[in-house]
């Protein structure tokens, strides 16, 4: 049985029902409008950005990059989000990261109105996710529980294992997990977790996040298991002609004979996290021009 979960082939039929909300909502009034930040030449966060914007486009979102060079000072950065933030015809406001060093990364997101917080990434989203309530869920969080609900009739009860603790996907995927209409039983690991294999092979479901190329091998793992791999890694390879392939944290090719379902890298997580970013925005449109 072909186990392959089809990020690409589920993140369409999202993006499709957001398409037709969005021509619905734009037959009387302007179409929503997505301000997307890009500080500095970050390789993958421009293939990032340009990726959103022809997403948005292709469903009739409207969006603008607002290119600053790597040496902006945080002052002038905060400048720029505080008018965006005053601008009512910006629904929604992404911050590409990782930002240079110089640049607080938590100050900038703090400054982020949460009503325009696409991302979710604004501590009072974050919090709101935490105690039930969410108002923007983060999108690659939220497409990874799209994901799950393809793959699984039920999640209550399944022991799910994070392999990651980051801000933007372990840390609101174990609170979205373990949510009253989710009711999976969560284990977080991460650098530091004894014994990872353990943790894994007792797993119904494991998702990993942690950005370490063949990090999930399929020794640990059980037979019938469900695997998100939310890795994105460049891995030097020189028969390609850019240099390098993108590879997730899961040994893709000796795990999947055993999963019940597993996401390919590319092609899983990462369409799902630009669907679930559109919906997002098209959220943002409805909410501040109810
Ligand atoms: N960098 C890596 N993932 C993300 C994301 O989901 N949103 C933003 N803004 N930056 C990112």
Same mark, same amino acid.
């Given at each position: ?14 993006? %499709? ?18 301000? =997307? =930040?890009?500080?500095?030449? +970050? ?58 060093? +110089? ?14 917080? =696409? ?20 999108? %690659? ?44 039983? @969560? %284990? ?14 007792? &797993? ?22 469900? @695997?998100?791999? @939310? ?27 055993? &999963? ?26 409805? +909410?501040?021009?109810?």
């Amino acid at each position: 049985m072909d186990s392959r979960l089809d990020g690409r082939a589920i993140a369409k039929s999202v993006r %499709t029902a957001t398409r037709n909300a969005v021509e619905s909502f734009s037959a009387h009034a302007d179409p929503p409008a997505l301000a =997307v =930040v890009l500080v500095g030449d +970050h390789p993958a966060s421009a293939s990032y950005v340009r990726g959103k914007k022809r997403a948005a486009s292709e469903v009739g979102i409207q969006s603008t990059v607002h290119r600053r060079d790597a040496s902006i000072s945080q002052h002038e950065l905060l400048d720029l989000i505080r008018t965006l933030n005053a601008d009512d015809a910006v629904d929604g406001i992404l911050v590409q990261l990782p930002l240079p060093d +110089h640049i607080d990364q938590y100050a900038v997101i703090e400054t982020i109105d949460p009503t325009k917080d =696409v991302d979710g990434f604004h501590p009072q989203n974050l919090g709101r996710l935490l105690i039930g309530t969410p108002q923007f869920v983060p999108a %690659t969080p939220a497409g990874i529980m799209v994901l799950l609900e393809r793959a699984l009739d039920d999640l209550a009860g399944a022991r799910a294992v994070v392999v990651g603790r980051s801000n933007i996907v372990g840390k609101p995927l174990a609170a979205l997990l373990m949510q009253r209409d989710a009711n999976a039983t @969560v %284990t977080v690991c991460h650098s530091r977790t004894r014994d990872l294999a353990a943790h894994t092979k007792a &797993a119904d479901i494991v998702i990993a996040a942690a950005g370490r190329p063949n990090l999930i091998t399929a020794d640990m793992v059980s037979d019938g298991v469900t @695997v998100i791999d @939310v890795g994105i890694n460049r891995v030097d390879d020189d028969s390609r002609e850019r240099g390098y392939r993108l590879v997730g944290d899961v040994d893709y090719d000796a795990v999947a004979p055993k &999963a019940h379902a597993i996401t390919p890298v590319p092609g899983g997580v990462g369409p799902m996290t630009i669907a679930m970013l559109l919906r997002n925005t098209l959220q943002a449109a409805q +909410h501040r021009r109810a």
